[in-house]
């Protein structure tokens, strides 16, 4: 069942492809919000994982937001 506003995928992993950060494999990059591109070598975890496009989105699934159109699960 989706949930409108939480999802636990972006705080237990997250998805990498080439240097595309996505918070999880369902996430699908649109015009409105794309995958957020690092700009950093994907294999430095800490960098990944404090992303402040991927914090942004946790902060407003914690603060009780609308899911974003991304995601699809």
């Given at each position: 069942?989706?949930?409108d ?28 919000i ?40």
């Amino acid at each position: 069942m989706k949930h409108d506003s939480y999802c636990t995928a972006p705080f237990e992993h997250i998805y990498v492809e080439k240097n595309d950060i996505r918070p999880c494999c369902w996430w699908k990059p649109s015009k409105e919000i794309p995958a957020v591109n690092s700009g950093v070598d994907p294999i430095n975890i800490s960098s990944v994982v404090n992303n402040p496009k991927l914090h942004e989105i946790r902060k407003g699934m914690i603060s009780g937001e609308k899911l974003p159109p991304n995601c699809i699960q």
